[in-house]
């Protein structure tokens, strides 16, 4: 399961209309500043660029839509990655071996990075981190519902790297053709560590499969908790998904949330077969005529209700997350400190 790392397709970009430079990205088109007539044109150049698989970089104009379309969906990635880092980091001290520990630690630190370069990919949009993890703390963006469910066993880790981290490439592949440049590449780069992430997560249910009857045991049952939610990763169906055209034409999204979830399920049900691992599905069957494996209905009101912030573990996920961002102020400020400190030696030409 190799993500793609085929750059879109470099073509010649056209010019903007009547060959104005573009608005700066600090200044992105104010009301009043562009005629209508000046805007409409600069939207067909936008689409015209986007339309011909041609990147769009911070300081190309972008309509404004675009760009909050992009800020919500890359912070809520971001967060999703910070947050991801708690149910797994759990069980670091419990690693069942060093070399479990060894490779959980890794996996842990990969999530902490994969954060850092997406809230660096949605200040080129012109947000900062603070103000993004502002939002997440006062609980106005939010992060992936997968990431309130418990980690309750050792399987639970393999069950998170298997089926969550194989959602996430399933969903975060086609991301690295997204038209906005900054976050396809950062993606691109995401997607070989959690290539990993999912072989490490495999790796571990493999060898409870093929253990102790109590370890099979605890496999399945880890399996039988994630399956739904990992399902729900995908969002809603597409037809309860009001902004996937809007995405699609932008080439922010490159498939449905129905086609993501079925090209997920297609990938891992032989998986599940060679462990000897059942999925909680009994309606789960092979589809000739199509060649795809077709799940039963999903539960959407348990999506909605972990949603709103009635899942079993919203409320902890919040309550580390403001803690730990408390708790690591001096080292901003120490940073910050060290950052002004240097950059004093930089204008005076002495050693900071
Ligand atoms: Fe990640
Ligand atoms: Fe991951």
């Not at 902490?112 to 703390?137: I, K, Q």
Request: charged fraction near 25%; aromatic fraction near 8%; hydrophobic fraction near 40%.
């Amino acid at each position: 399961m190799q993500p793609s790392s085929q750059p879109a397709a470099e073509v010649g970009r056209p010019a903007l209309p009547e060959d104005r430079p573009a608005p700066p990205k600090d200044r992105p088109a104010p009301p009043g500043e562009t005629s209508p007539r000046e805007d409409a044109q600069f939207a067909a150049a936008f689409q015209a660029l986007v339309d011909a698989e041609a990147r769009i970089e911070p300081r190309d104009w972008m309509p404004e839509a675009y760009r909050a379309t992009l800020i919500r969906q890359i912070a809520q990635h971001a967060h999703s990655e910070i947050i991801g880092m708690q149910p797994e980091g759990n069980y670091i001290t419990r690693a069942p071996s060093l070399r479990r520990k060894a490779i959980l630690i890794a996996k842990v630190q990969d999530e902490a990075g994969h954060g850092l370069y997406l809230y660096s990919a949605a200040e080129t949009l012109g947000v900062s981190r603070d103000e993004l993890l502002d939002l997440l703390h006062s609980g106005r963006q939010r992060y992936s519902s997968i990431f309130n469910y418990p980690t309750l066993t050792w399987a639970d880790i393999g069950a998170i790297g298997w089926l969550v981290d194989g959602a996430a490439i399933t969903n975060q592949v086609p991301l690295s053709r997204c038209s906005y440049g900054p976050y396809a590449r950062a993606m691109t780069r995401i997607c070989k560590e959690e290539s990993f992430h999912q072989r490490q997560g495999y790796e571990i249910l493999w060898a409870l499969a093929h253990g102790s009857g109590e370890q099979k045991a605890m496999a399945q049952d880890a399996v039988d908790r994630w399956w739904w939610p990992s399902l729900m990763m995908f969002g809603p169906p597409d037809d309860a998904s009001p902004h996937s055209a809007q995405s699609m034409t932008w080439k922010i999204k490159r498939f449905s949330n129905d086609e993501l979830r079925q090209k997920f399920v297609d990938m891992t049900v032989p998986q599940a077969q060679a462990m000897g691992i059942s999925l909680p599905d009994p309606d789960l069957r092979f589809e000739e005529s199509s060649g795809h494996w077709r799940h039963g209905e999903i539960d959407w009101s348990e999506f909605a209700r972990v949603l709103a912030g009635d899942g079993p573990c919203n409320a902890v996920r919040m309550a580390r997350r403001r803690e730990a961002h408390q708790a690591g102020a001096w080292v901003r400020e120490a940073a910050s400190a060290y950052a002004a400190k240097h950059q004093v030696g930089v204008l005076t030409g002495s050693a900071a």
